[in-house]
């Protein structure tokens, strides 16, 4: 069964630092991995990352994949209020036995608060 | 550009009572997902559809069904509430099964069975 860990589960920082998520998994037939950011209400997507090595990056937020190693880091700089969220990584792939097509696989989440 | 529309935003269910949980986009993608979301859990795929007329189970599928008898639309039916499907639910959509510009999620349906 595949399995997407993320660390820390929560973290709390002031405005104008640079946060670092983690996500590790292990999963069958590995196809991609994708962040989101979770507010309120429906998860957005952020990025998609396929290879290992390149960057993906959006403003004060980038993202890169190790596939040797399995695991992933969401990198936020100077951030804002605006920033807290939870933030999901998930991996696509071949989820569990008898699945018949690749499904996302998501782990529980990082809960990012950032206090002025 | 609604992308995709799920009602209703909450419900309260008594248990046994059942319902419908609707889920409705208009992007044409073939591929439809309902997910739940439990407080502190990342989210877990009930039921799939890869296309009109084509469903089956994700990982956690007792006490539900659906179906998908257009593109558009794919509903979610739960037969006999239980307090365990207490949950926040997401409707979500793709095209392709390769996620290459992730899912669109809905704004979410939040169930309490009481």
């Known amino acids: 069964e595949d399995k997407v860990v993320q660390s820390p589960l929560s973290l709390v920082v002031h405005e104008g630092d640079t946060v670092t998520l983690n996500c590790s998994y292990e999963?069958?037939?590995?196809?991609?991995l994708l962040w989101y950011k979770q507010e309120k209400k429906a998860p957005t997507f952020l990025f998609m990352l396929?290879?290992?090595?390149i960057e993906k990056k959006s403003g004060r937020l980038s993202s890169i994949l190790d596939k040797k190693e399995l695991f992933s880091i969401l990198n936020i700089t100077a951030t804002q209020t605006g920033d807290s969220a939870i933030y999901l990584c998930?991996?696509?792939?071949?989820?569990?036995?008898?699945?018949?097509?690749?499904?996302?696989?998501f782990g529980k989440g990082t809960k990012l608060s950032v206090i002025p | 550009n609604a992308g995709v529309t799920q009602t209703p935003k909450f419900r309260i269910l008594k248990i046994g009572q059942s319902m419908t949980l609707q889920c409705t986009q208009d992007?044409?993608?073939?591929?439809m997902y309902w997910y739940r979301q439990d407080p502190g859990m990342g989210l877990k795929l009930i039921y799939y559809?890869?296309?009109?007329?084509?469903?089956d189970k994700g990982e956690v599928p007792n006490g539900y069904n659906v179906s998908r008898s257009t593109t558009e639309d794919f509903p979610l039916r739960l037969e006999l509430a239980a307090p365990s499907q207490t949950s926040v639910y997401f409707c979500?959509?793709?095209?392709?099964?390769?996620?290459?510009?992730?899912?669109?999620f809905g704004s979410g349906t939040r169930l309490t069975v009481v």
């Open positions: 992007m044409n993608h073939n591929y």
């Open positions: 999963v069958t037939n590995f196809r991609s």
């Open positions: 998930a991996v696509l792939g071949l989820a569990y036995s008898g699945a018949g097509s690749y499904q996302l696989t």
């Open positions: 979500a959509s793709s095209y392709g099964g390769r996620a290459n510009y992730g899912y669109t």
């Open positions: 559809s890869v296309g009109a007329g084509i469903t």
């Open positions: 396929t290879s290992s090595g």
